[in-house]
């Protein structure tokens, strides 16, 4: 089980450009979260996700942000015209129903 | 809204010395508590979850415990290794907040040789 896969590891974008960051959750796990870390702060919940539907996205802010997680493929987070409070490092986890998660190694975007 | 508050922000230590991290959170309402290391630049690592029937969990060296009705998690290290120094989260699952975690800060800990 190759755990959970996020890719790029490194992305670099400039201001308003789009960034898509892409999660595999782990074989067998129907729930995937998407996590941001800003620099010295802590981990703030996005949005959770199961397959084609959104179940909470209350921390995702109201503009330039999406999800998705399509029946086939990875989950997709999406940000447009990025600027440079968008530099964080995201990170997304899956979990089966009702149990611990697992985070995948983020995905670390730098807005230039 | 919960909040998850960690102590000591930051520790240092000598190699070999036993120590305690401190979780504590708002609203003991909650589902299971998590404690995560994170290493720098790396993903969170899942050390030990303990569900709310639970008062605590053990993996080797380290030893989780959880009393839901004051609101506080401890983290246990024992015989700390250099290899230990990490950040060490907390975090807890609501109980009617579907499966969203709140983390605390974390404590940065740095194990001396």
């Known amino acids: 089980n190759a755990g959970v896969m996020q890719n790029p590891r490194h992305l670099v974008r400039r201001r308003g450009q789009e960034a898509r960051l892409r999660c595999s959750p782990m074989k067998g796990h129907s729930h995937v979260y998407w996590y941001r870390q800003l620099p010295e702060e802590g981990l703030k919940f996005m949005v959770y996700?199961?397959?084609?539907?959104?179940?909470?996205e209350s921390g995702m802010p109201k503009e330039r942000f999406s999800a998705e997680f399509p029946k086939e493929g990875p989950s997709i987070l999406r940000i447009q015209q990025v600027v440079r409070g968008d530099s964080a490092a995201y990170f997304c986890?899956?979990?089966?129903?009702?149990?611990?998660?697992?985070f995948g190694s983020g995905t670390r975007l730098t807005v230039v | 809204k919960q909040e998850v508050t960690q102590i000591p922000a930051a520790l240092s230590v000598p190699e070999g010395e036993n120590l305690v991290l401190n979780c504590s959170f708002t609203d003991s309402a909650i589902y299971n508590l998590q404690w995560f290391r994170q290493d720098p630049g790396k993903g969170l690592t899942s050390l030990l979850l303990i569900q709310s029937s639970q008062r605590e969990q053990t993996s080797g060296r380290l030893n989780a415990s959880l009393d839901k009705s004051s609101g506080r998690s401890t983290l246990y290290i024992a015989a700390s290794q250099p290899g230990d120094s990490a950040t060490y989260l907390c975090?807890?699952?609501?109980?009617?907040?579907?499966?969203?975690?709140?983390f605390g800060g974390g404590t940065r800990l740095m194990v001396k040789p």
């Open positions: 996700l199961q397959k084609e539907n959104i179940i909470d």
């Open positions: 975090a807890v699952y609501e109980d009617n907040a579907g499966n969203m975690l709140t």
């Open positions: 986890a899956s979990s089966p129903p009702d149990s611990g998660y697992t």
